[in-house]
């Protein structure tokens, strides 16, 4: 075992050692509940434009490493700088989220361009070459993408919708185009995902938050199936690394998921089954989650209660300490504070 991961509890975790008190982390860390970061934010303009600076990007995504003192830093992006750097227009509206042109036909799916342009991404790979030098040496940092299936939901209706039925409807109507949708963004996220380790990332994510509006079947084609390709295409050229993936919402697909993907960790929301988890995912991978983020903004007992049960349930096996999904932007600090202080006395 090399010093590198003797000093790093998350990549103790994910290279297979139980922690007593488990390494944890927050999607969504660098983010709007924290002043510095709001403050970096104006400081840069546009959502965009402090995605594509690299010193403020690196900047955002240090803040809460300095503030809480987490075990994992992940660098500060979006899961749309793919579509991006592959030709289609993205942007973000104030109060509205991301807006893109639609790929809401097959006319419009034949002009998709087959190459990802990297060097539109180059802020990205900077930013992880500034923070990996700056981290403390026990800190891992990750890089990541979002899964295919979400991504193009986002592709197809050219914004987020409740149930994102376009994206769901191209599939089953235009099987065909939207497969070509899919298989652009493998093909691409494993080329961004690639220069991401190559940039100074140590660990992956894929974010497949979408994934459980999908029923059985087509959780298989394009969620799994999707996520395997990725992973198997960065082993062919990292056969080390450490990938986790997240699909949120998938329950009871969850062991299919972590069996067929090759996945090192798997991410969980609030929602999933501890026995199920326990009995079926985490005797293979390592378990990351899955505190309900509002309770960031309850406190009080029931934050104790619930940080005390995600514990309970998943400590006795390899687990991060993580929430069920991104924090948001009214979540206290002092709730934040309060959640960190009993995971890091947990002994287990």
């Not at 900047?59 to 500060?76: K, M, S």
């Not at 991301?98 to 802020?123: E, F």
């Not at 998943?314 to 993580?322: K, L, P, Q, V, W």
Request: proline share 7%; glycine share 8%.
């Amino acid at each position: 075992m090399t010093q590198n991961l003797v000093t790093k509890p998350f990549l103790e975790v994910l290279s297979g050692n139980r922690q007593a008190s488990p390494p944890m982390w927050m999607m969504r860390q660098a983010g709007r509940y924290l002043p510095e970061y709001r403050e970096t934010r104006t400081k840069a303009g546009s959502f965009l434009d402090l995605c594509f600076n690299a010193e403020l990007a690196a900047e955002v995504t240090l803040q809460p490493i300095r503030r809480f003192g987490f075990d994992a830093a992940i660098i500060f992006s979006d899961i749309l700088v793919v579509p991006y750097a592959l030709g289609r227009s993205v942007r973000f509206e104030v109060g509205e989220g991301p807006r893109l042109d639609p790929l809401d036909s097959p006319d419009k799916v034949s002009s998709l361009s087959k190459a990802i342009d990297l060097s539109k991404l180059q802020p990205v790979f900077d930013a992880l070459r500034i923070v990996r030098r700056e981290l403390p040496k026990e800190t891992t940092l990750i890089g990541f993408c979002g899964a295919p299936f979400t991504v193009a939901t986002y592709m197809v209706a050219g914004q987020g919708t409740s149930d994102q039925h376009p994206a769901r409807l191209m599939a089953y109507q235009h099987p065909g185009a939207f497969a070509k949708i899919i298989d652009t963004l493998v093909d691409s996220s494993i080329q961004y995902l690639l220069a991401q380790l190559e940039a100074g990332a140590e660990v992956l994510q894929i974010f497949d938050t979408w994934a459980g509006i999908l029923p059985p079947r087509e959780f298989e084609k394009w969620c799994i199936e999707p996520t395997r390709r990725i992973v198997d295409g960065i082993r062919k050229v990292k056969p080390d690394a450490k990938i986790i993936g997240f699909p949120r919402g998938a329950g009871a697909l969850l062991p299919a998921f972590i069996e067929r993907t090759g996945v090192d960790g798997v991410s969980i929301d609030w929602t999933a089954e501890p026995s199920l988890v326990r009995e079926k995912v985490q005797n293979k991978v390592v378990v990351q989650g899955n505190l309900d983020p509002l309770l960031l903004i309850a406190g009080g007992a029931a934050l104790d209660e619930a940080v005390d049960d995600v514990l309970k349930s998943y400590s006795a096996g390899r687990h991060i300490f993580n929430l069920g999904h991104g924090i948001t932007p009214d979540a206290s600090i002092a709730h934040v504070e309060q959640m960190i202080k009993r995971v890091r006395a947990y002994k287990g």
